[in-house]
């Protein structure tokens, strides 16, 4: 039996996916590890891919973002028929891995997708295509279906963590920790184990340290703004205790890979953690 709750939880994001259908956006890769990150389901991301009223703005370097992200197959496959062909080049493009000539023969020679993509799978060897791999495929023509065949046959993906045993110390640079009536403190957060820990840049004295597990919900801080939201801030909630603020120090310039770190690797090793924002 579904969950009322996951189920509403569910209408509520298909309903966000809706209304993101209904007006046109510019889709980047920030958009698309935001819908992830956010739990939508791989066909909402998908249909709003396809959308006609969306403008796919991602080249084929940003599809290896997007794998190494660990987004769908079937997420790939819709952007990539979206990502413009590049322009021809004086120079012919040649691939890095050149069993592409082959399979772009194959390709062009009338044989179905279906069989390209079988001897795509039969290979032994990985494929662990490049920016310049990804270019020659699209400037050739390559369909979707073989693409998906080759990045599944990509090189061996690192060890999965086990949830809740991070690794003995990540440290999460560009960070400033906001401060009520106080000038914001720069400094770095460092995950230890189940702990977090925050090194002052300025003051050891104000180093401070937390467990993961007396943690009560993790959120983001986002601006509006057009294509996709800009989250510039990571907010922690203590148990019955403090709420610490961190921005990413280059937010005015506007990066946001500090935070999105952090959440990342929250996520990945304490999924059990409670994210979103706590009820007003």
Known sequence: MKSPIRGSLLGVLFLALATTLARAEVLTVNSILTAQQAGAPGEGIVEMVNSPTNTVAMSAADLVTLREAGVSE??????????????PTAVPLVPDDARLVDLVRLSKSGISESIVAEQVKQDGRPYDLSVNDLLYLKQNAVVETTIVALMAKGAAPPAVPVAGVAPDSISFDDLVMKATMKHDRPGRLVMHGDSLGWTDANDPERNFEFKTTGLEKVWFTCQARTPENFCYQINFQVVKGARYQFQDRNRESGSNAAVLKVMDALRTYFPQIVYGPPKS
């Open 74 to 87: 079937k997420v790939i496959a819709a952007v990539w028929a979206r990502v413009p062909v590049p322009a």
